[in-house]
């Protein structure tokens, strides 16, 4: 039985990068539509209903964060993925606050890009339930027992280590940014430094090497990833 294919919207305003995803997307069976402006990204948003959208950030005729913020307002549940330059650091915490699922760098490997498609794509399917256990290669945690391990051996965890592997674990594969992490852990916006004591605290005692993470992964200037495989 054939599934419909996934469709994802790419909104960019360079015709070389429309392509590119075009033809990089379509070999791996998603259906590629593309919009080079804001206008043309409502409307085809609202008639199409994608799976999945691209978005730039630096469109002709709207900002990319202000379409974001747009249909975040309106409701609208599709991901959506920010295709960014490696310096918008700022920028891309930005739209991730706004709601934005991921970010992909320009220029980017496709095999990294649908990879992150598909890590967005399962989780808003697994949103309404995350799994109660997460194995991932020698690191298993139990979300209902309060339970890590590492190569079968219970690793104890204080209140806040625990919380912050928790919320990696609930948005496993994407990256949250500090702020986000800070709020649901400390309920406040406080100092950074805080977060990255107890992250290297919590990597001491899960990573093999620490200082060379495998699990925990930083996202420079923008916050950490709970990686996908191992």
């Known amino acids: ?25 379509s ?18 948003a609202a008639s199409e209903t994608p799976d999945l959208v691209l978005l730039d950030l630096g469109l002709p005729d709207m900002g990319g964060h202000e379409l974001l913020a747009k249909w975040r307002a309106e409701g609208v549940s599709f991901p959506i993925i ?30 990294e890009l649908v990879a992150r498609i598909r890590v ?11 799994p109660p256990v997460l194995q991932l290669g020698e690191l298993s945690v139990d979300l209902v027992k309060r339970i890590v ?34 709020d649901k852990v400390w309920g406040e916006f406080t100092d950074v430094q805080y977060l990255r004591v107890y992250v290297r605290q919590l990597r001491q005692k899960i990573e093999e090497s620490p200082d060379q993470p ?6 420079t200037g923008v916050g950490y990833r709970l990686s996908e495989t191992v």
């Open 1 to 25: 039985m054939n599934h419909p294919a996934v469709k994802i919207l790419v909104v960019d305003d360079e015709p070389a990068i429309r392509k590119l995803l075009d033809v990089g997307l």
């Open 27 to 44: 070999s791996q069976d998603f259906l590629v539509q593309g919009a080079q402006n804001a206008k043309a990204a409502i409307t085809m």
């Open 82 to 111: 920010i295709l960014s330059s490696r310096t918008d650091e700022e920028g891309i915490v930005k739209a991730l606050e706004l709601g934005a699922d991921d970010y992909v760098t320009k220029p980017f490997r496709m095999n």
């Open 120 to 130: 967005a794509l399962r989780h808003r399917l697994q949103a309404n339930g995350e």
């Open 149 to 182: 391990k590492v190569r079968d051996e219970e690793i104890k965890l204080t209140p806040k280590e625990y919380d912050i592997l928790q919320l990696l674990v609930q948005h496993h594969g994407r990256v949250l940014t500090h702020r986000f992490i800070l």
């Open 214 to 219: 495998r699990y925990i992964l930083t996202e």
